[in-house]
């Protein structure tokens, strides 16, 4: 199967290479550094149990993309429209596509701009880019996929890849829950630049984790999402599951690259400001991140 993953980051690279590894023809659409040395080496998949250079195809742009059968798309919330829009013209009508993105709107986002239908998915892996083309996995890696026509096949396609996937009927409360994890601990990790087990041993982090998530579930039941009542006590355990997980936005602090925070926490205060939901904890998260991003834009000027 050819598959394109766009935005070949610490998930799509992880995931696309895992395709890769299985067989399939996977092209990496993704940012200079990455691309030119998965062009040269290969993309270096370092999983718990597997360490190699696997051969591959990487791009800048989609310029030269061959319709596939398959798309992961894995770029960052804020460039949904732009990157959908550079599909325009090379998805087939039986092509599937993917959305592995944080936050809960990016599926109908992408099909608004593509006009094909897109599939969300809920992704739990931790990842990084840990140098050009290398792609290390820290734990994790389970999906859940939205149902469609197509996502039987694609969930034995992806099981025979080694990822342990489900297809999930209540998909729109699989990806709110993910957003209410995201918003427990994405600004924390981020603002202290700390991983998630040390984070949660400092006094009071608990309470502040506790009240994002209050707030957070209580937006999403407000919107008519169903969100389960042990969500708070599995996401108090995440750090034991995971204690050297920095979060996605952290890595995107530590890079100087924008974070996703107005799509996390941010997501929650606009939702909630609609509702007429005070949501004084996430708000005070989200302003965190925002600040720290401005602190870094301005040493950089300097």
């Keep these: 199967m050819h598959v394109a ?3 070949a980051g610490a998930v799509g690279c992880y995931y696309g290479g895992l395709l890769l590894k299985a067989g399939h023809d996977v092209t990496f659409i993704g940012r200079q550094p990455h691309v030119d040395a998965i062009n040269a080496h290969g993309l270096l998949l370092d999983t718990k149990t597997f360490k190699g250079h696997l051969p591959a195809r990487a791009a800048t742009d989609t ?7 398959l798309v992961l798309f894995c770029v960052k919330s804020a460039d949904t ?7 325009a013209g090379r ?4 092509t599937s596509v993917l959305s592995l993105q944080n936050g809960v709107d990016n599926a109908q986002r992408l099909s608004a701009v593509t006009g094909h239908a897109v599939i969300p998915v809920v992704v739990y892996v931790g990842s990084e880019m840990a140098g050009p ?3 290390r996995h820290h734990g994790g890696g389970d999906l859940a996929i939205g149902p469609s026509a197509a996502s039987e096949a694609l969930a034995q396609m992806f099981q025979a890849a080694g990822v342990n996937i489900t297809i999930a009927d209540d998909i729109d409360t699989t990806l709110w829950s993910k957003l209410i994890i995201n918003c427990a601990f994405n600004a924390l990790s981020a603002v202290a630049g700390i991983s998630y087990g040390p984070m949660l041993e400092v006094e009071g982090t608990p309470d ?6 209050q707030e957070a579930t209580s937006v999403a039941r407000a919107s008519g999402v169903a969100i389960p009542d042990d969500l708070l006590a599995h996401i108090l355990n995440i750090p034991t599951l995971m204690p050297n997980q920095m979060s996605s936005t952290a890595q995107d602090l530590a890079r100087g690259k924008p974070s996703e925070i107005d799509f996390l926490n941010g997501h929650i205060v606009r939702k909630g400001a609609e509702l007429g939901i005070s949501t004084p904890t996430n708000q005070a998260l989200q302003l965190m991140v925002k600040l720290a991003e401005r602190a870094k834009k301005g040493r950089r000027a300097d």
């Excluded at 310029?63 to 059968?69: E, G, R």
Aim: glycine share 10%.
């Design 208 to 213: 502040v984790v506790s009240r994002a998530v």
């Design 81 to 87: 429209e732009a990157a959908g829009r550079s599909l």
């Design 91 to 94: 998805l087939q009508p039986e």
């Design 63 to 69: 310029t030269n993309l061959a319709p596939p059968d």
């Design 5 to 7: 993953v766009i935005g």
């Design 133 to 135: 083309g290398h792609v």
